[in-house]
């Protein structure tokens, strides 16, 4: 029973996912983000964020200017981020929302919080 239900659950998901993908193309563009550090505080002001396709089919990813910088790739409507911020190793996921904004949590290696979110609004 308890397999059945489980496959069942994934037929339903694999027909599902499809109507929610998104491509690399929607997520190209500039945003201003808000978000919270890893410890839960407050970014203190609004950034801006820039998405540009590389050739690869990868996303390049640069916030304010090119102090930290990233590379992401888009699965379903999460997108991906990998990048470097504060000399450690950080990943994000990012929710693509109907309007095109994106939202989620982030992590950075070695911190002891886990708070971190951002929320990008496409300009």
Not at 23 to 34: H, P, R
Not at 38 to 51: F, I, Q, W
Not at 55 to 78: I, R
């Amino acid at each position: 029973m308890v397999r059945s239900l489980a496959l069942g659950a994934a037929l339903v998901v694999g027909m599902v996912a499809p109507a929610f993908a998104q491509s690399a193309d929607s997520v190209v563009g500039n945003y201003s983000y808000t978000g919270t550090d890893t410890d839960g505080s407050k970014y203190s002001e609004a950034g801006k964020v820039v998405v540009k396709k590389a050739p690869s089919g990868a996303l390049e990813v640069s916030w304010d200017d090119g102090a930290y910088v990233g590379v992401g790739q888009v699965t379903g409507n999460v997108f991906a981020v990998a990048s470097v911020a504060d000399g450690k190793n950080s990943i994000m996921l990012l929710t693509i929302g109907a309007d095109g904004s994106l939202s989620g949590p982030w992590w950075r290696r070695l911190d002891k919080g886990a708070k971190g979110t951002e929320v990008w609004t496409k300009k």
